[in-house]
Structures are given as C-alpha cells and as structure tokens.
C-alpha cells in the first residue's frame, strides 16, 4: 500500500541526471485509489510523475511504448481484419499517451471508451495535465468513465474491437489487488468475451512473464509478445507489449 506521504514517492523522481536536475521534486497532489493507497502527482521542472510508493507508473518523459500500445494494437487488428472504425476500450487513463496514439490510428467513426478508477486522476488530466492531454478528451469519440475497467469488461459480450490494458506495471495486482482479477484465467476469458472476433486483447507490462503468456493461450487467444524500448531513442530499457488475439 502506497504511504500517503507525500515525499515518500520522491525517490524515484530524484535521479540526479534528469533534465532538470536543478529543479526540486515538487509535489503536486494526492489521489486516493478506491479500496485504499494512494497516488502521487509529482513535477520536476516541466516533467511530472505519477507515482505508487517508490514505483513511477508513469512519467511525461517516457511515452513511446505506451503510445506503441495502441499503434501495435491498431496494426493487429486490421492484419486479423478487424475494424479500426470500431469500438476500443482503454484501462487506465495514466498521462493519455496511449489514449492520444488511439485517436491517431483510429477511424473517424470510432468509439473510444477510456476506464478510470482514480476519480482524481481524471481531474489531473483536466488541470495540471491538461497540456500533455491536448484536445483528447474533448474528441467526440471519446467517453470516459470513472469506473474499474474487470467491471467495464464483464458487463460486455462481443462489444469492442479491441480492450487495452495499462493499469499496472504488469499482469499483476499492483494498484489494487483486486486487479489480478484482470489477469487470471477467468478474467481473460471474461476479456475474450467482450471482444468481438477478430477483436485484440492488448496488455503492457514493465517486464515479461510466461506464466501469464500461457493463460492467454489457455483463454482462447492466439498471443503475439512483443519487446519495445521503452523510447524510441534508447535500446536499454524495455517493456512487454502481449497482442492476444480472438479467432474470426
């Protein structure tokens, strides 16, 4: 559980060899996550942070793999002949990077549906946030909904064309426990459900985990994994990006 604390999350924050180095680790707010801890909104300089405990969830600074989330997933989905006009369904707002990608690389008649746990998280990407988030939450496309994304996907039978999954650091209930319900054999069946056929589950993750590739094997999905540097400038650090995909 994350300290409410507000310099507990500072650690990870204060390399000496940022940008701003000279600039102080600011904090800027707290969010309480539904079922207890909470999240930190840090700025150094003109970067910011959003933080759990010591782990950085995500940073301004590095966007490229969350962006490659929805641009991958996009690519997968039109090569199984799915529909990029369709419906998309996003866990985890974070920064929007993902979000914003999605806007891109989907059609002008798509529906873009972004699942929120954190209410203040949301309210960040409208006030201190809101010049990394653009014009994205205000795309016609988009809805957002403050609510737990395991509920948004249980609720739907054959709805979206494709599910997109950021809340953790990986297929593991970081945030909140009750995540693993996401990653279990029965949540990703209950993900494999609401696609549409043709439709592809999305999950990134910091790091790789076989265990997990095999239960979205044994759900029903054809599973593509994927290493991307985490920038596209930078080959030393990367993150895991699964495509499981549901027969036409």
């Known amino acids: 559980m994350a300290s409410l604390d507000p310099h507990a999350a500072d650690s990870a924050f204060a390399d000496a060899s940022h940008p701003d180095a000279e600039a102080g680790v600011e904090f800027v707010d707290i969010a309480p996550i539904p079922g207890g801890g909470a ?144 990653y279990c054999n029965w949540g990703l069946r209950a993900a494999h459900a609401a696609l549409r056929p043709s439709g592809v589950l999305a999950v990134w993750s910091s790091y790789t985990d076989e265990d997990f590739f095999k239960r979205l094997q044994a759900a029903g999905f054809e599973v593509e994994e994927i290493s991307i540097a985490a920038e596209a400038y930078e080959d030393n650090v990367h993150h895991t990006i699964w495509l499981a995909s549901k027969a036409a």
């Not at 970067?47 to 997933?73: C, K, N, P, W």
């Not at 203040?120 to 201190?128: E, I, L, S």
């Open 39 to 182: 999240l930190h909104l840090m700025r150094r300089g003109s970067d910011f942070s959003i933080q759990y405990g010591d782990e950085e969830l995500m940073g301004s600074m590095v966007r490229h793999s969350e962006q490659a989330l929805a641009t991958l997933t996009a690519a997968k989905l039109a090569s199984n002949g799915g529909c990029r006009g369709g419906r998309l369904l996003i866990g985890g707002l974070g920064m929007g990077f993902t979000l914003g990608a999605a806007l891109s690389a989907w059609g002008p008649k798509a529906s873009i549906v972004v699942a929120e746990l954190v209410p203040q998280v949301v309210v960040w990407a409208k006030g201190p946030l809101a010049h990394i988030f653009g014009d994205s939450l205000t795309d016609p496309r988009v809805s957002v909904q403050v609510a737990d994304v395991h509920d948004v996907i249980n609720a739907a039978t054959a709805s979206f064309d494709a599910i997109l999954l950021d809340v953790d650091n990986g297929p593991d209930g970081l945030i909140q426990l009750a995540n693993d319900r996401l």
